[in-house]
Every structure is written in C-alpha cells, then in structure tokens.
C-alpha cells in the first residue's frame, strides 16, 4: 500500500516546511519537494497542517472502578481517539491490590488486541510490592512496558505504601523505567472527605474543597522525595494547580529527573462546572478535581514555557445516569462519584483552539505537548512523535479553517452526556493515519479495529 500526502504543511517539534510525504509499508519512505510516483491513493493536503499523529500518554478505557466500570472499550475508546487525532494510547493498568501483577497485565493487553484500531501500551501500575513483586515487573518490562504507575491517592484500592513506594522506585531506577504518579496525599483526603460528609455537605461541589491544593502539593513533594532518594525518573500525571507546580520545581532544580504533565480538562474548564445545580456537577468531578479559574493562567504559562512538558486527558468515561449517579445524594455522597470526565476525542481540538488560535501556543509547541514529548518520555521516539525517514507512517491532515461544536450527539466515545457539551471548537484532524492506514477521512472513522499494535517501548538507559 502506497499513500501519497502532497502539498502539506509539515509541522513537528522542530521543523515547519511544506513537502510531499510518501508511505509504503506503514512507515514514512520519503519527503520531497514533489514526489511524483504511481500510489494507491493521493490525498492533497494543500492548505493542511500534517503533524505527526498524536499520543495521548494517560487515558483508561478498561477500568474497575468505584463500585462500576468505565465505559468505554477499545472499540469505542480507539475510535475516538483517532477521530480526534491520536494514533497512540498509553493506558494505565490498574490492578486491585489482591490481583497478580502479570495476570492483570494480560488482562488489560487482552482487551486491546485484536481489537484497538490505534496502537497501544500502558503504564503498569504497582498496587502491592512484596518479594514476588520484582520479577514479575522485570517480565513485564520485557514485554516493552517501561513505565511504572504509582497512586499516591485512594487508600485501600490503589494506593501504595511509602515502603512500598521506595521499592517501586527503587527497583525503577535499576531498570530504567518511569515511574508515573498520581500525587496527592490519600490520608488528608480521607480525613477531609469524613468532615464534609459529617457535616451533611454531600453534594458534588465538595469534591473539590475535600482535594484542596495543598492535598496535591503535599503528594507531589512526597513523591519528589522518593525519587531524589532512589534516582528515579518520574513522571506526575494530571497536575492541576499552580501549587502542584511549585512543589516539584526545588526538586528540578537540584537535578531530580521529575516531567510534569497537564489534562485539557483543567484548561478549560473550572470548579463552577463542579458546582452546577441538579447534580449536574458530578459529570465534572476527578482527581484532582477542576481547580479555580485562577490556577488556568499559570497552566497556560507552564505549558508554553516548557515548566509542564505534556497534555493528556486521563479519559476516564463513566455515564451520568446509572453511574455518577452512585454519589447522588440524599442517599449517597460525593465520595462514591465514580472519578473522570471522558475526553479522548477532543484533547487535541480544544488545545488548539484555546491555545494555538488565540496565539498561547505555536504550532510547534502544540505538537511537543501532544505528541513528540510524550514519545520521547516514554521510549517511543523517533519511531513516533515526529515525521521523517523510517518513522511510523501515523500522521494527521489538520483542517485550521474547520468549525464545529461539541455535543454528546456526534461524539464517538460510548458516554451519554460529554464534559465539552456545546464547546465551540476551531480546527480539527480531517484525515488521520495509523501506520499508513487511512483510519479517518472527513472526520469519521472509515479504519479497521484490531489494527492497533502494542508497542515496543525502550527504558531509559537504552
């Protein structure tokens, strides 16, 4: 198969020039001023952005949770993201604290094989450490999953020990693996959420005071500890709040390898979403929760100046009725809304038109944050997260003058109600490539599910 890509704009992390690309075998074979050859299909790209396809370095699609199940599956969750521009999901794998290691690593990679219409890999949680523990991550990390995922967060589910903790990174710098990190501090959570419920305050909008800023800067600095002790990299995810921020910069400056990362759900939207009437505010509640409008600004600056080095989702979708539902008071409370806000389809969409189109962010920068450094941070660069010779063929035509709304109508992702309802949107991938195959055209999904590949991920020291 023989995909031709004439007259585009080829933006990446470094480079801005217009040129014919030519695909053969999944991978990207030539660029050219012009390239005339025979091929299966040409698609002219003038007036188009090609990027490079983008890589979304934190979402769930299987995921037991609170009491109920995410949402969507492969088929739903790879479909969305490719729609909206991602060739690449790295997952979180999250086992229960009782399960083995390796058998929910099967678990989780069963339920993208052979399904996944975009290539895949996780993050391999650690739940438990004992003295079986090593090996099974060391086979794990064979299989080219070189990330570890830590929460510092939802005692007796997820949450780790600090002994447990030290190990984790401990054994991560042996191998030269990531470890990742949702950073709060699960005990001040815990103390919180029983005052606020003590005193009848039951509703979605007290999610937030329950998580305050402090929560997240405490766990971040606990976190940094660790890695400055043991030499491990890590990697925080979802960080929400200047404060966050502020707590890992003494460590990044001492020399600690520490990478911060954002989600687009904290750039556009704010905690008065939490606080909607009719308990429309647990479609918005996760952890961290949406912050103050305040805390935007500084995300902005930090994601343009470099100081956070990626935007993901942590695309966690759970339906409204029947399952945020759970938390619904009188007979519930905020502490059983199941956590997320599903947005895998519009991460993309959203920071170019909050950012790009306002003029926040250059092009270049835009494909940094949503691709080339997560490549980069998690071993999969230059095969992916650029354009050039031998690397993957994943690309994504981008239509600058398209114009649309977002609405849980059109939407791909298999939730009844979506976080962005009525959101004006600026741009859009028209045409998206997954290792050459055309998996969207004109915006809708026109690929093959179990055409995803996991991924081979090198370590740090590779």
Same mark, same amino acid.
């Given at each position: 198969m023989k995909l031709l890509i004439k007259n585009g704009r080829i933006i990446t992390a470094? /480079?801005?020039?217009? $040129?014919?690309?030519?695909?053969?075998?999944? #991978?990207? *074979? /030539?660029? @050219?001023? *012009?390239i005339d050859t025979d091929a299966d299909e040409t698609i002219d790209a003038s007036g188009k952005y090609v990027f490079p396809g983008f890589i979304d370095p934190h979402v769930h699609i299987y995921l037991p949770f609170m009491g109920t199940y995410a949402k969507d599956t492969y088929d739903s969750g790879s479909r969305a993201a490719l729609v909206g521009g991602t060739t690449t999901l790295i997952e979180m794998c999250c086992p229960a604290r009782n399960e083995d290691p390796i058998e929910a690593y099967e678990l989780w990679k069963s339920k993208a094989e052979g399904l996944s219409a975009c290539d895949f890999s996780f993050h391999m949680g650690v739940t438990i450490f004992d003295e079986t523990t090593p090996d099974k991550l060391k086979q794990i990390v064979d299989d080219g999953i070189t990330s570890f995922k830590v929460f510092l967060a939802y005692k007796g589910a997820f949450g780790v020990t600090d002994e447990e903790l030290f190990h984790t990174c401990k054994l991560a710098s042996e191998l030269g693996v990531v470890v990742t990190a949702h950073c709060e501090n699960a005990d001040l959570v815990s103390q919180r959420q029983a005052e606020l419920i003590a005193e009848g305050k039951l509703g979605p909008e007290y999610h937030e005071p329950s998580r305050p800023v402090t929560v997240e800067a405490s766990g971040v600095h606990h976190f940094c500890t660790f890695l400055e002790m043991t030499g491990a990299s890590g990697y925080i995810v979802h960080t929400s709040c200047r404060d966050a921020v502020e707590a890992a910069m003494p460590f990044r400056d001492r020399g600690v390898d520490v990478t911060l990362e954002t989600v687009i759900p904290y750039l556009v939207l704010d905690n008065t979403y939490a606080e909607l009437p009719n308990f429309e505010g647990a479609k918005y509640v996760m952890s961290p929760p949406i912050r103050d409008k305040t805390h935007q600004a500084f995300l902005w600056n930090a994601i343009a100046s470099g100081t956070i080095s990626t935007v993901a989702t942590d695309h966690a979708p759970f339906d409204f009725a029947g399952q945020k539902e759970m938390g619904r008071p009188p007979e519930s409370n905020f502490t059983k809304i199941p956590?997320? #806000?599903? *947005?895998?389809?519009?991460? $993309?969409?959203l920071l170019y038109t909050a950012g790009v189109s306002t003029g926040r962010l250059s092009l270049r920068r835009f494909v940094e944050l949503v691709s080339t450094n997560a @490549?980069? /941070? =998690?071993?999969? =660069?230059p095969q992916k997260g650029t354009i050039q010779l031998g690397a993957h063929a994943d690309l994504v035509i981008w239509d600058p003058s398209y114009r649309g709304t977002i609405s849980a109508s059109s939407h791909v992702m298999d939730t009844d109600y979506d976080g962005f309802e009525g959101f004006e949107i600026t741009g859009r991938p028209e045409v998206v490539t997954c290792r050459g195959q055309v998996s969207v055209r004109d915006g809708k999904f026109v690929g093959s599910l179990g055409h995803g590949k996991l991924v081979q991920r090198s370590t740090k020291a590779e």
């Open positions: 470094d /480079q801005d020039y217009v $040129a014919d690309i030519l695909v053969e075998n999944e #991978i990207v *074979s /030539q660029i @050219a001023t *012009s956590n997320g #806000i599903p *947005s895998v389809e519009h991460r $993309a969409t @490549a980069k /941070q =998690f071993g999969m =660069f």
